[in-house]
């Protein structure tokens, strides 16, 4: 995944403010210590945030204590763990924190370990908590990206279904018979059963299931809709973690109206299968997390 801190600076505004910007002040350590709250914690990778207190006791050098931590254990922190900040300040009502949010990754099915450590504290002296290891559990995730989609009993026969990321654990399958304004469903995937089941929502809705058929968008005049029979749509996941075969059945069709919109006049079927077979076929290039 990809996270891009855009940062929009005004030359001329930051010269205004260094020229009238106050230098932090060093305090001495005093009798303060600081450590964190705990010295482990293990989170699942789509648990979403959390939060690491850091304890000051005793008397610091002054206020606002300034806690600086340092991340380590993996090539790319951000890969597995986001910390919105690694500079903590402590003020007299000693509530301060760190703050991360793990990274869910669909692509692997490993554990991570990073160790935070207190690395330098102005006004007050690093306690022997100074590290607690943070490990990121895996939630076993069917892999997202391309696949060949074969179907004896439908049409087209052959097409690119792409599966991708969703928001909270779940996934979006779309390019649905490779049709521009194909439906974009949201599944969740059972790691008992190792199924990925698709039940009737839409991306863009909410958590609204709709159980069968849906008018979802308009084409010029007309609607579009899709059904599921049954409901939901399951596809198997193999050892690999890839989506392999469905016996579901789904038809994308088309509702033509008469003129003045008021009745459906014409259903056509645009694309349809009766169960069918998926080949992975890797990674593609279209977006990440959110999608929308």
């Known amino acids: ?15 205004v403010l260094s020229s009238c910007e106050k230098k932090p002040t060093d305090f001495g350590p005093g009798t303060g210590e600081v450590n964190f709250g ?14 690491l207190p850091i304890d000051l006791t005793g008397t610091p050098g ?3 204590v300034t806690v ?6 993996v090539d790319n922190i951000d890969d597995v763990l986001l910390i919105t900040s690694t500079t903590i300040k402590i003020t007299e009502k000693n509530n301060s924190f760190v703050q991360m949010v793990p ?39 069917v892999q997202y990206g391309m696949y060949t989609f074969k179907t004896p009993n439908g049409d087209p026969s052959e097409w690119t279904l792409i599966l991708r990321e969703g928001a909270n654990g779940t996934y979006i399958m779309e390019n649905m018979f490779d049709a521009g304004d ?14 990925l089941s698709f039940d009737g ?22 609607y579009l809709a899709f059904q599921f029979a049954p409901v939901p749509m399951v596809f198997e996941v193999n050892e690999n973690m890839e989506l392999d075969s469905t016996t579901a059945q789904f038809a994308f069709i088309l509702l033509v109206l008469d003129d003045a919109g008021s009745s ?29």
């Open 1 to 15: 995944m990809k996270y891009i801190k855009v940062i929009f600076l005004s030359i001329l505004g930051a010269a």
């Open 38 to 51: 705990e010295t482990s914690i293990t989170v699942k990778e789509n648990s979403g945030l959390f939060t």
């Open 62 to 64: 002054g206020y606002p």
């Open 68 to 73: 600086n931590i340092a991340a380590s254990g």
């Open 103 to 141: 990274v869910w990754r669909p692509e692997s099915n490993d554990d991570y370990t990073v160790t935070l450590t207190i690395e330098s504290v102005n006004g007050a002296n690093i306690g022997t908590k100074n590290t607690c290891n943070v490990t990121i559990e895996n939630v076993l995730a």
């Open 182 to 195: 194909s439906p974009k469903l949201v599944g969740a995937f059972d790691p008992e059963t190792m199924q």
């Open 201 to 222: 929502r839409v991306n863009g809705f909410g958590d609204q299931n709709f159980n069968g058929s849906f008018g979802w968008g308009q084409r010029g005049t007309n």
């Open 264 to 292: 459906i006049i014409d259903q056509q079927t645009l694309a349809s299968f009766n169960g069918g077979f998926c080949t992975y076929e890797g990674l593609d290039n279209g977006p990440t997390w959110p999608f929308e």
